[in-house]
């Protein structure tokens, strides 16, 4: 069975200085799959400010109705960038995975191959022992 995501805004801090400019958004991302719910948290930083968007600035106000917060998510996931959402995705679904007693993945170590052994690190000489 597929898992569906689903994204919430769960808070918004902003700039009362620059017209509600939104600095910084957490988002709540759930997975649902069968009748397993599992969710993350993660926030995306907006850098800038108002003067910077120009005529494409959104009145805070206008961003708390329910379209608001899907321009938002949206917002949050271009700055995450597509490699960070499916992160994200895989760790709801691992914790699905772990409610189902499924396994995710495995972790294989070096010690617990034939690899060549890695390079000694050499050890810096000014972080000796304190005295």
Known sequence: MATTFQYKVSSLKTDPNDDGYINEATVQIFGTEGSITKSIY?????????????????????????????????????GWTDYKVKKLEAAVQKLIDDQNSKASEVLVSAKDTSYAASPEVTPDPNAGAPE
């Open 42 to 78: 993660c926030h995306c930083v907006f850098p800038g400010n108002k003067a910077g968007v120009g005529s494409d600035f959104k009145l805070l106000d206008d961003l708390k109705k329910a379209e608001g917060e899907a321009t938002i998510v949206e917002w949050a996931k271009a």
